[in-house]
Each structure stands twice: as structure tokens, then as C-alpha cells.
């Protein structure tokens, strides 16, 4: 459970937020193994790409997302040269949205989030961007509301599973409603999906509307796990599948 020097000295936009990078980590690491779940959200500031910015954290999860997405690469990848419309399914906190907007600094971003308190902590951080819309929806078969479990790891929260309980009410809505309302005509020219499960909502409706699709797939626990079903959503959209070293994440391109 050794504190990640390299984590704190990235990520801290200087010394004094280095040393609390690291006092969280050890904090959360502990927490997470005594079992304890999520803390109240905490400030660290960070530098995350060329910006700095004053970042809510409460568990684990959210130092390994930001390291995955600003360290790692995670979405590095084959992403288009010009985007005008982004649509960010599983916003969580905001990392991959802020990471957006350092790639595409006129970009009109959508950021989809159901999770309640993750939601918070994503208006906060997104709170100066203006080209910026937040929806706090779940991406389900049908409209409505739907049933929610809230994880300890707030990356992993997702809609409920047989069997589940604790479940709390969200409001709902399909991939082709999501797509009239954010796009009308245009083109989604990013797609990201990280929906802990529900992605088989958006592989199994048309995607004539994307030009650029990365997405994280889930088996039936929730875990990362590679599926066939992108590569015939990608032969059945004309679209070609590209791979990275990342498990389970597969961007789909319209030549």
C-alpha cells in the first residue's frame, strides 16, 4: 500500500498539492481496505495537461482515472483532427471532459452522467466552460426513470443487476433520444461510452450519426472484458475497428 511518489509529483500543480496527493492516496487506499467506501470529496489541486485546476476527489477510483486519462493515455488513440460535437456517455467527475477540451478547444461537449454525487463534483469542475451541457441521465432501453446502484468506486457505479439492492431512481433515456436532442442533424463527430454495462444500449442502435466512437466494454459483472459485438456493430456501420493497448477499449472510425 505504498503511496505512488509519481502519481503526486504528475498531478500536483506544486509542492504542498504533491504532498496532499499523496496523503489522499495513502487515505483512500486505506479506506478502500477496511472496507469504508467513499470519503467526503476533498480539494487537491492538480495540473492535469496544460491546465490547472482545483479537482474534488472522494475515493480511490477518482486518482486512478485521472492518472489513466492524463498519464497513460487512455484515449489516446485514433481521434479526428476536428471535432465540433462531443458526446461523453459516463462522464463520471469530468477527467475525460476536461481531456477534451485541451484536445478541442471549440468543441461543443455533452457530458451524460447519472450517478447523483458524481454529477456534483462534474458540475463543479465544469463550471467555467460554457460550451459545456451536462445531462443527468442513465442510458437505458426505455425513457423514465431506472434503478441505479451507487458503487464504493465511483467509476464503477452503474444500473442495477439482478439481485441488487440499495438501487436509487434516475432519470432515463435511449441513445436515439439522446442523439435528436444533443445532434438533430449534425454529426457526433466523438462518441465515448463508458457506461459500465449499458453499452449494449448504444452498440445495438444506429450509429450513422458518429464519426469517431471510443468505447469501454463490460461482461456481466461490470468488468472491463473484450466483446465480439463491436466488431460486428463496426462491419454492420461500415466503420473500422481500431485496438490499443488498453483491455477492452475499442474505437470504432468512419472513413
Known sequence: MRPRLPLAWHL??????????????????VRRRLG????????????????????????????????????KGEYDGPLPAKADLIVDLGAHVGASVVYWRQRYPEAEIVAVEPDPESFKRLQRHTAGDRRVRLIQAAVAEHPGTVRFIRSDLGWSSHLAREGEDDAVDVPAITFPELVQDVAGDRTIDLLKVDIEGAEAYVLASALSAVSTMVIESHDSSGEPAEDASVADVAAREGMRQVRTDWKAVSWLVRD
Not at 37 to 49: D, H, I, S
Not at 51 to 56: G, H, M
Open 12 to 29: 500536483g500543480r506544486d509542492y504542498p498539492a504533491r504532498i496532499r496527493i499523496l496523503a489522499l492516496d495513502l487515505v483512500f487506499r
Open 36 to 71: 469504508l467506501g467513499p470519503a467526503r470529496p476533498r480539494r487537491a489541486r492538480l495540473k492535469l495537461g496544460e491546465q490547472s485546476i482545483d479537482w474534488w476527489v472522494a475515493d480511490w477510483s477518482d486518482l486512478k482515472l485521472l492518472i489513466s486519462v492524463f498519464l
